[in-house]
């Protein structure tokens, strides 16, 4: 039984644009139409905890009417015949729900709430709001369970690994302008293909293949050609 080669797949929000959900750098996206400060900061959660929880009950509600998109399906199939890291800064659960089995999520995730007095004390909660007076067992209020700016980015130890044992690296939808996950990419050396799929990047990782355009149109394709 031959072993199957690991696969390590990188996304950011661009996977899930065509899915109906935002971006955050992108024109329109949700840094355009919301202050960081306000919304994604340990400070900003101190200062004003409504606005902070209704800026998380809208993208969840959001999250939960729109659906995984053909990017997302192709990667769930990868797995068939590697095995496949997805390595995600990205909130939502649609590579869950497209069938893909083994996911980080680097950002936090959106379908659950966290305690604010011990991280640990983590819950799923789906689609649900998550309001002032809601609390954890230790009865403190519960906040949403995403890593803020200013917050230790979870599972980045591990994900380092994943990245350096990958034989094909697939980096989707991110701008790789946040760290350390956009670091990441710094990891694979070991990687005998490197391919990037976005509009457009701030910053381009050397060695990687660049497909400017669609993660709809490009995942697919790259996905075929890795299977044949
Ligand atoms: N297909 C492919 N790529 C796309 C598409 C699309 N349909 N639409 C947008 N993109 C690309 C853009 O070209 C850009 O490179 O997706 C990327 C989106 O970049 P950002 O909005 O910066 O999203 P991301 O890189 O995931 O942001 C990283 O920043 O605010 C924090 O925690 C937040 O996880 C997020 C992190």
Redesign the pocket.
């Known amino acids: 039984m031959n072993q199957k080669e690991n696969i390590v797949v990188l ?5 899930s ?2 899915s109906g959900l935002s ?4 024109s329109g ?3 355009e139409n919301y202050s ?1 400060y306000e919304v ?1 900061t340990p400070e900003g959660w101190e200062a004003n905890p409504e606005l902070v929880l209704e800026f998380y009950n809208q993208r969840r509600r959001k999250v939960a009417e729109v659906e995984p998109n053909a ?1 997302h399906l192709a990667l769930a199939k990868l797995e068939d015949h590697f095995d496949v890291t997805i390595i995600t ?3 939502d659960n649609l590579h869950e729900r497209a069938g893909s089995t083994h996911v980080i999520h ?2 936090g995730e959106i379908t659950k709430a966290r305690s604010s007095a011990d991280p640990a004390l983590i819950t799923p909660i789906g689609s649900a709001d998550i309001n002032i007076g809601d609390t954890c067992e230790l009865g403190s209020q519960l906040r949403p369970h ?2 803020w ?1 200013g917050e230790a980015v979870q599972h980045m130890e591990e994900s380092a690994r994943f990245v350096e044992q990958a034989d094909k690296v697939l980096v ?7 760290y350390p ?2 670091g990441l990419v710094d990891y694979c050396q070991a990687a005998a293909e490197k391919a990037l ?6 910053q381009f990782p050397s060695g990687f293949e660049f497909y400017q ?6 995942v697919p394709q790259i996905v075929q050609a890795w299977i044949e």
């Open positions: 996304t950011g929000a661009g996977i644009a065509e971006t955050f750098r992108d996206g949700l840094w960081v994604a990017a800064q990205n909130v680097v950002h995403i890593v700016f989707v939808g991110t701008s790789l302008s946040v996950a956009a799929v976005a509009l457009e990047v701030e355009g669609k993660a709809t149109e490009f």
